[in-house]
């Protein structure tokens, strides 16, 4: 008998990591280099400092949109990374950090929540 995993359909691609956009003033955007996921411009992990901001003013009316292209992103990374590198990738704590963790709605997972009764 098989198992469940077996059977079931592999997810499909997530959003593509088109975002921020390129404005007039730069020659290439804070887009990220897969499967690696460095900044193309200034080599740092993406989102770098300079793709958040980006990410913040692109995004400054839809709150919401930008919580999900994040979660997408999140997706995409972990599928690349853990498949370059298995046995010792980013934790799935440091890629929330990075991915998720700095964008509208979220805390970060090792912060406790608010209101919580300690009793």
Not at 37 to 62: M, S, T
Not at 86 to 101: K, M, N
Request: proline share 13%.
């Amino acid at each position: 008998m098989s198992s469940l995993s077996t059977r079931a359909a592999p997810p499909l691609k997530g959003p593509a990591p088109n975002r921020p956009r390129v404005t007039r003033d730069e020659q290439k955007p804070h887009t990220p280099l897969r499967p690696m996921w460095f900044c193309r411009v200034d080599g740092q992990h993406w989102p770098c400092a300079e793709a958040k901001l980006r990410l913040r003013l692109e995004f400054e009316d839809n709150a919401p949109g930008l919580s999900i292209y994040l979660a997408g992103m999140f997706y995409e990374a972990t599928k690349d990374l853990y498949h370059l590198n298995p046995h010792d990738g980013p934790t799935p704590q440091a890629l929330y950090e990075r991915f998720v963790a700095w964008g509208p709605y979220r805390k970060s997972a090792a912060e406790p929540s608010e209101g919580a009764d300690d009793a």
